[in-house]
């Protein structure tokens, strides 16, 4: 933090304003504000490599934003880096200020925080950020093919259930001497029934819970 940190001066500047002037191996720190209401704090995200890895809110106090009457004053933030970022990767980290209506402004190194980035970096950032998307995709298709594979297995034991109680109930019932072959019929008939009834609420139950 710095004396030298710029300030909003124009109204016709964006709504949000801020800067980060503290980017190190092992710590970010910076301000914003939202120059449509002072009162309001904004939402700062911070993003290694493509991936979110932290929000804060920036409501820090700053002597130098006080100093020069900026607002209230307290729209630091900071963010601990861990484990700390290798030497010459800090172009991989990306900070964005929201306000509380969602508008979003990328903030950037200002200053001696500033370091220049060659293409080279840039194109490597947007590979790590790309490899970090595909991750996170992954990991929710495991999810959802683990869900899928657990609602599978339960229809399975319920669809089993319902066949052994549909065999109990049959073999339970004893054919009355002297009656005709269409009671056997009726046998069937109602063991059909039972089974299509219990397998409706095996659905039921399977897919409602």
């Known amino acids: 933090m710095t004396d030298q940190t710029p300030f909003p001066q124009a109204a016709k500047e964006p709504r949000l304003y801020g800067v980060i002037d503290v980017?190190?191996?092992d710590r970010v720190a910076g301000w914003v504000i939202d120059r449509t209401d002072a009162a309001r704090c904004a939402t700062v995200e911070l993003r290694r490599e493509g991936r979110l890895v932290g929000?804060?809110?920036a409501n820090r106090p700053r002597k130098d934003l006080e100093r020069q009457a900026v607002g209230t004053g307290a729209y630091g933030f900071?963010?601990?880096f861990d484990p700390p970022l290798e030497e010459g990767m800090d172009f991989t980290v990306a900070v964005t200020a929201r306000s509380h209506d969602g508008v979003a402004l990328p903030?950037?190194?200002?200053?001696g925080a500033a370091r220049p980035v060659s293409p080279e970096r840039k194109a490597l950032g947007l590979?790590?950020?790309?490899l970090a998307d595909l991750r996170d995709q992954i990991a929710g298709l495991r999810a959802e093919a683990a869900s899928a594979e657990g609602d599978r297995a339960r229809f399975q034991d319920r669809l089993e259930l319902v066949q052994l109680r549909l065999e109990s109930g049959i073999s339970a019932v004893d054919a009355p001497a002297g009656r005709a072959p269409g009671?056997?019929?009726g046998v069937a008939l109602s063991g059909a029934v039972i089974a299509v009834g219990s397998l409706a609420i095996g659905l039921?139950?399977?897919w409602g819970g």
Request: charged share 10%; hydrophobic share 60%; glycine share 4%.
């Open 204 to 206: 039921v139950s399977l």
């Open 78 to 80: 900071a963010f601990a």
């Open 183 to 185: 009671w056997l019929a």
């Open 23 to 25: 980017l190190r191996a």
């Open 55 to 57: 929000t804060t809110t």
């Open 127 to 130: 590979i790590l950020a790309e």
């Open 107 to 111: 903030l950037h190194p200002v200053g």
